[in-house]
């Protein structure tokens, strides 16, 4: 069978015979030289033919353009490709809306009313007498004993459909990976490396949903006792949680745009303007970390609720270092513990980030980049800028739910912008 699949060639246009095999015509080659390299490493064809067939065998086609030079570039079927990008890219969005759902759970303090976890067969109670039995369950716990004593069954309802809403979000998003994963691997469309990645990612979408769980638990654990204790999550596991899906969505996105967009190749051949352009990937980089290390300590600032202390800024109630910040003992436990050094942190962090990413951006003017790059950069600047704006009115305004939500989201598209600007410059020149 004749597919359409063409591939890449400065020489030659192999065409796909089938799922396994490649069928080079021999008319096609423009040197004899090429000839004569493409029968010493076949030695076993015939000489006479005029076209041969050649196996889709990644390592051998790089050990050839090792010799030749300038055969292939690509033997992958370029359709199946963008199919799985697509795909990559479904999963991220999908991540991307687990972590908005997750955040307003948090805000609206709906994380812990639905108090027991089954991986499968979680459901919704059909008949009032089973709302009833759950809103039983829920009333065993801190948050119902020390907090909501007063709530009504249809309040109740109101936080459990939040809840309930964002562990299906996450179940579906299980459902999204897996079944196309299980089809592009069975069908061969996933090269040696993306089989790689796509059963890393499997375990990491596993790992957030127990991870999930896992933080939940210590929200319904018997350990606050006093009328002033606030039953939230613990700021470590909420932190994990947070970071993990990150992480997810930052290789879901990465892979996605190998797949959908790859990186355009910058002409130039000067050594020093060659440097220049790796120096400025390497901030990008750095720029990226700092974005993923800010955003995991306003995982702690979420976690402590540590955004209702300290609302002015830039100062902290009128000092630039607040008085408590190492009020906690051993000092260290501060970093984590103690809602003052944490908001500051965070501050600092924040501010820090925006300042590298601003001077990214004023680099990005006097270097030659890909044109795609450029545009990746200015906008990872002017989100930088959004960011911060939305980080300093949640703290102002006593972080509303829209807005931290925003703020929230807000990091997460900070991201995307980081990981799009990075993805643009991995083809510099040697
Ligand atoms: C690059 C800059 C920043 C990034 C990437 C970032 C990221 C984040 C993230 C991911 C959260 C956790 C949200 C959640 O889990 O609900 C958060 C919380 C928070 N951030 Fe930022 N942030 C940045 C800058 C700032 C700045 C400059 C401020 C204020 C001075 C700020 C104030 C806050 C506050 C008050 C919270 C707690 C909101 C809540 O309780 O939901 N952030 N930030």
Known sequence: MYSSFRFFSGLIKPIQYNRNLIRISINNFKSNENISVIRKYYSCLNSTKSHFLWPIKPKSIARYGAISGTLFKSTQNTKAKKYVGYWLLTCSGMVFVAVVLGGVTRLTESGLSMVTWKLFGERMPRTEAEWQAEFFNYQQYP???????????????????????????????????????????????????????????????????LMGWYMVKSGLEDRFHDESDIPRVSQYRLASHLSLAFILYTLFLWSALDNLIPPQTLNISSESAIKAARKFRMLAHSCKGLVFLTAVSGAFVAGLDAGLVYNSFPKMADKWIPDDILAMSPKLINITENHTTVQFNHRVLGTTTLSLITLLWWMSRRRTLPPRALLAANCFAAMAWIQVGLGITTLLTYVPTPIAASHQSGSLLLLSTAVWLTHELKKLPK
């Open 143 to 209: 948050e119902f004993k020390i907090k909501n004593s007063e709530i009504t069954l249809s309040d109740f309802k109101w936080i459990w459909y939040m809840e309930f809403g964002h562990r299906m979000w996450g179940r579906a998003i299980g459902a999204v990976y897996a079944l196309p994963a299980a089809y592009f691997w069975l069908a061969g469309h996933l090269s040696k490396r993306m089989k790689f990645r796509v059963a890393a990612f499997g375990l990491l979408i596993g790992a957030q949903g």
